[in-house]
């Protein structure tokens, strides 16, 4: 209802202005539409930090999408904005099968790549850096069958759409965050952040084991949302964290979302010498 919506968009912009301190970029996913976006940033919660945003619509059939919000009033700019996605193969139940006879998008909700610009501040020069927001596979199709060999596949688009990204420019710097489906060491998450990928997994190497779940399903302690990153940004990272604010309250209808959310702060580098 209107008086629900209302309701919800409250939460969401007091979440992001309160527990998260109106930060520079926010990763959105389950966004229907930019009419629910112009809501939130309009909201009296988030209006005064002039978020913006980018939203592309993809084919996931509830009509989801994920979305890049950024501060406007901090001089952030943003640029290229476009979705990647691949083909792949699938069997005559869904699953994800190179011998299959039907060809398909890799991605139902393909990843927002977004190029961002945050001017520098007190002596620093600016960030230019590239942003996925992602929305994995969800864990079981609606037959029951595990969908871990899409998001692999999906792991491996995203990887070697980072990996083209620093052949064409090798300072390129890379965020990849977003709802992956998947825990820290499934094949999917390996995939995408060790052995010669050029990401790693931001979450694992700076928050406590301990802390490292954003959801709760029938009892068990899961983290689904993750950020990777490029070495050069691994190496400013200022802290990371959990914020345990939803996973551990399920059927709340209070909550604002059923994931918890997953906070990153970066440095930025020194401006060149005149």
Known sequence: TPAEFAAKVQRLGGLIAGELKSPTLVAMQEVENTSVLDALVNSDELKQYGYKYELLEGTDGRGIDSA?????????????????????????????????????????RPPLVVDVNIPGVEGSGDANFTVLVNHFTSAYSPNGFSTEPWRIEQAKVVKQHV?????????????????????????????????????????????????????????????????????????????????????????????????????????FPPAPAA
Do not use: C
């Not at 501060?71 to 290229?80: F, Y």
């Not at 300072?171 to 998947?182: C, F, K, P, W, Y």
């Open 68 to 108: 890049l919000l950024y501060r406007s009033d901090q001089g952030v700019t943003v640029s290229n904005a476009h979705q990647i996605n691949a083909r792949g193969r699938q069997n005559e139940w869904g699953d994800f099968d190179p011998k299959g006879e039907k060809e398909v998008d890799v991605f139902r």
């Open 163 to 267: 990996a083209d990204l620093r052949k064409k420019n090798p300072e390129r710097e890379v965020l990849v965050i977003g709802d992956l489906n998947a825990n820290e060491n499934s094949i999917a998450m390996k995939e995408l952040g060790s052995g010669s990928s050029p990401l790693r997994n931001l979450s694992k190497a700076y928050v406590p084991q301990g802390e490292r779940y954003t959801y709760v399903y029938r009892g068990s302690s899961e983290q689904l949302d993750h950020m990777f990153a490029t070495k050069e940004f691994m190496d400013r990272v200022n802290y990371a964290r959990v914020h345990h604010l939803n996973a551990d309250y399920p059927g709340t209808d209070e909550r604002p979302t059923d994931h918890d959310l997953v906070e990153a702060r970066i440095n």
